[in-house]
């Protein structure tokens, strides 16, 4: 029998951390388990999951962060995990009410970094008025263990939950800011390159100012939200594209890049598409109001905001992502593989 052994790469978030969810969990669930009182669960694999509560949903959303190093330019493992969860119930169309967390550390981890990471995960859930009602708190052994884990839960609510299998044809793709910035500030790091002379950091942000005045406005327009962490963008337009069962054709010249985030990906052999933003989400939204919400957007200060595709029928190809090269090319944009970057988020 041929061992089978789990790599970085099932953790990356792109096509290994999908057959294994699927294989290990999504298969093996029987349908009727796989969601509660008519919500969304394993059956749609979402940023959350939601259960309806007499017109009302309560949305739910879980995740563990584990990031090497735990302090970086932008942000630390505790801003990031606080950030993260709430983005999650953001993209779900919720409003985020409360976390718990679940902190794990190895044994002679110092306490004083411990305390800076805590009082960031304090910092943006005081910012973003959500309130921490539990968690737990254990250590490792230091030989079995090196650094920091944190885990969350996060509660919300939402009158109309997005789902991102709602997208159609006609809807636009928007992006609010700059991708790659968290994933090349990170990979840059791990591969001691000196960052202190660039402008490059993290991005990593609650998007609370974002979304909520924009559900507000146009959430009965808003057909699919995600935050591109893991797997980045490219994963993201892969997953729409497949739960959707439609086309997505993206324009290479309208998605914000930064040059740093170029060159370190050119440098270091990453696709800048595969690589995680921490503040940024991607909208699908119906074509007829995309320029006025990108106004919208735009004026809440998100300024790169911009259109990069849209989404088309089916009939003929589905499920792929195309990308129009500046060069006047077009390819399929697959999913990542490998690993991208290990221990990012």
């Not at 921490?132 to 919300?156: A, H, W």
């Amino acid at each position: 029998m041929i061992s089978r052994k789990i790599t970085l790469a099932h953790g990356s978030g792109g096509v290994e951390t999908e057959e294994i969810v699927n294989s290990l969990i999504v298969t093996k669930v029987p349908a009727k388990l796989k969601k509660v009182l008519d919500g969304i669960g394993l059956d749609e694999l979402d940023d959350g999951a939601t259960i309806s509560l007499d017109g009302t949903y309560v949305v739910t959303t879980t995740d563990s962060y584990t990031v090497n190093p735990p302090f970086f330019p932008g942000g630390d493992i505790g801003s990031l995990a606080a950030s993260g969860t709430i983005n999650d119930l953001l993209m779900m169309g919720a409003k985020p009410l409360a976390l718990m967390d679940a902190i794990i550390v190895a044994e002679g981890f110092d306490i004083n970094d411990l305390e800076k990471i805590v009082s960031s995960f304090i910092s943006i859930i005081r910012e973003n008025k959500v309130a921490l009602i539990g968690g737990d708190f254990k250590t490792i052994p230091r030989e079995d263990f090196n650094g920091i884990i944190i885990s969350t839960m996060g509660i919300g609510i939402s009158k109309r939950p997005i789902v991102d299998s709602s997208l159609k044809p006609g809807d636009k793709i928007i992006i609010t800011g700059y991708i790659g910035d968290h994933g090349a500030t990170i990979l840059a790091l791990q591969q001691g390159i000196e960052l202190s002379k660039t402008s490059l950091k993290s991005d990593v942000k609650a998007l609370t100012d974002l979304m909520i005045p924009l559900i507000e406005k146009y959430g009965e327009y808003i057909h699919a939200a995600r935050d591109p962490t893991r797997g980045g963008l490219a994963m993201v337009l892969n997953n729409w594209a497949k739960s959707s069962k439609s086309l997505i054709v993206v324009e290479e010249e309208s998605i914000p890049i930064r040059d740093e985030v170029i060159a370190y990906s050119e440098m270091l052999g990453i696709d800048p598409l595969s690589l995680a933003s921490e503040g940024v989400a991607v909208i699908g939204i119906e074509g007829s109001v995309a320029e006025e919400a990108l106004s919208f957007i735009r004026k809440l200060g998100f300024k790169e905001a911009n259109i990069i595709g849209e989404v088309k029928s089916g009939e003929r190809y589905s499920n792929i992502v195309l990308y129009k090269t500046a060069i006047g090319g077009t390819r399929i944009l697959e999913p990542p593989r490998g690993e991208i970057v290990p221990r990012i988020c």
